[in-house]
Every structure is written in C-alpha cells, then in structure tokens.
T-cell receptor, first 112, second 111 residues
Framework: NAGVTQTPKFQVLKTGQSMTLQCAQD?????MSWYRQDPGMGLRLIHY???????DQGEVPNGYNVSRSTTEDFPLRLLSAAPSQTSVYFC???????????FGEGSRLTVL | QQQVKQSPQSLIVQKGGISIINCAYE??????FPWYQQFPGKGPALLIA???DVSEKKEGRFTISFNKSAKQFSLHIMDSQPGDSATYFC??????????WGAGTKLIIKP
C-alpha cells in the first residue's frame, strides 16, 4: 500500500531549466494538491485538482503548471526555474475536497 | 483575515511534561481546525481535528482546546515523549475547504 508517491526526492536545477515533479496515489482519491513548504511559512497551496480533467490555482500558482489526465497522477511542472522556487514540495491527496490529506514524503528542489 | 497565526515557533519540553501550541485566526467563517504532525524527511500527517461545535477534543495524550469567542485553538500534548519530537502545524478551513496553514512549531522533547 504505497499511498502517495513523489519523485524525485532531490533535484538541483539551474535557473531557467524546466522539470516535472511526479506524484501518484493508489487510494483512488479524487482530490490531489501540490504544496510548497518554506521555513517559517507553513504550507502554501500551489495548484489542486478535484478530479481527472479538473485543475485550479491555489495561493501561489505563478511559475507552475499542472494537469490531471488520470485519477492517479498529478504532475507539477516548473516551466523556467527561478531561485525563488527553491523549496520542499509536497503532493497530497484526499477522498474529497475538505477531507483528511495524505501527503507524500516530499521533493526537495534547489535552483541555482 | 485569512491568516492563521501559530506560536511558539519552537518549543523544548522535558519528557513527561505538557507541550502546548497555540493558534489564532481572524476569519469567523472557519469551521474546521486540524492539527498535522510532521517528522523530519516525511510529509505531514493528520493528528487530530476539531469543529467549533465542541470546545475540546481528546485522543489519547493529544487534546485540542477551542475557544470560539477568542478565535483561538490549541494543542496540548500530555506526558510528552521523545517520540513526539516533530513539527506541528495548525490549519483552518471554511466552506471552501481549502486549508490555511500556520507557520509550524518545532517541538523537541528532552529525555
């Protein structure tokens, strides 16, 4: 029972590079979301999805894209990485919007 | 008005003592208040949650106290153990269901 799986766990990018953080869940959850965690700032919502084919912006969406082609997968794309995107990124899912969130173990991204 | 203010930023408690973490909010529409626990290298996990129709909820050594008039809620950890050492986040949401998170409290329990 894997739960929420994120890859990669660590990544170093140069400014301007693009990359995709992968997130997959095997709990058949409708709701999936991406957060970034920065020291002293808690968790901030980047994008979320309430089901396949439906995505919406959260609190800090600029510089990130998402898509939800299947219930299981919710990748986060950085189009042109900037040092301000250095952070730990968490993917989370729940049975429905407002339900208990189940988090992955995080992806630590450093942008030089 | 959307903020959730959490204090203290860090906390050191002796083993067996009581750990207390406080959160305050402004938005009176918030109606769900969870606490999440995060160990190093892991994602947060739901610890306990409360809705404003009750003033207290207890699960084992963990208790949420809720003061609706003061717009405050707190987490109490009784008989704190070294295994409780983690970062704790409070959060709140309204009918839109999106959580607003506190900044987190790093709790260290000294043996």
């Amino acid at each position: 029972n894997a739960g929420v799986t994120q890859t990669p766990k660590f990544q170093v990018l140069k400014t301007g590079q693009s990359m995709t953080l992968q997130c997959a869940q095997d709990m058949n959850h409708e709701y999936m979301s991406w957060y970034r965690q920065d020291p002293g700032m808690g968790l901030r919502l980047i994008h979320y999805s309430v089901g396949a084919g439906i995505t919406d912006q959260g609190e800090v969406p600029n510089g990130y894209n998402v898509s939800r082609s299947t219930t299981e997968d919710f990748p986060l794309r950085l189009l042109s990485a900037a040092p301000s995107q250095t952070s730990v990124y968490f993917c989370a899912s729940s049975r429905a919007l407002g339900g208990e969130l189940f988090f992955g173990e995080g992806s630590r991204l450093t942008v030089l | 008005q959307q903020q959730v203010k959490q204090s203290p930023q860090s906390l050191i408690v002796q083993k067996g003592g009581i750990s207390i973490i406080n959160c305050a909010y402004e938005n009176t529409a918030f109606d769900y208040f969870p606490w999440y626990q995060q160990f190093p290298g892991k994602g947060p996990a739901l610890l306990i949650a409360i809705r404003p129709d009750v003033s207290e909820k207890k699960e084992g050594r963990f208790t949420i106290s809720f003061n609706k008039s003061a717009k405050q809620f707190s987490l109490h950890i009784m008989d704190s153990q070294p295994g409780d050492s983690a970062t704790y986040f409070c959060a709140a949401s309204d009918s839109n269901y999106q959580l607003i998170w506190g900044a987190g409290t790093k709790l260290i329990i000294k043996p």
